[in-house]
């Protein structure tokens, strides 16, 4: 059974840096979509990154584009988000999801879930 663990929360003032993991278990992810999600209360789940191990490409929401950067140890099968620039619109409870083909940034595409690391940044 597939199995995600993510870690790497906590509190941060703006402009600092966070890198967020998640740590996959019951499989060894060479192929498919590794993705982070970020949803606030009563509101929708966000895609925030993946990585198609498939293509080796990377995707992006355009909020975060050029200050968080999506990565892959495939040796130790974790997934890395590090957060630069942070910004209290970046609170959020942090998610990996991932799943056997392409990546979207939609999380109606992905059926495996983490429990979330909270992350929250002040001004």
């Known amino acids: 059974r597939v199995q995600l663990m993510e870690s790497g929360g906590g509190s941060v003032q703006a402009g600092g840096s966070l890198r967020l993991s998640c740590i996959v278990s019951?499989?060894?992810?060479?192929?498919?979509?590794m993705a982070w999600f970020r949803q606030l209360p009563a509101k929708e789940r966000e895609g925030v990154a993946a990585?198609?191990?498939?293509?080796?490409?990377?995707l992006y929401a355009d909020s975060v584009k050029g200050r968080f950067s999506i990565s892959q140890d495939t040796a130790n099968n974790i997934v890395y988000l590090q957060m630069t620039s942070l910004d209290p619109e970046d609170t959020a409870m942090y998610y990996c999801a991932a799943r056997s083909d392409s990546c979207y940034l939609a999380a109606s595409w992905y059926v495996i879930w983490g429990q979330g690391t909270q992350v929250t940044v002040s001004s």
């Open positions: 990585f198609d191990f498939g293509a080796g490409s990377t």
């Open positions: 019951g499989y060894t992810y060479n192929s498919g979509c």
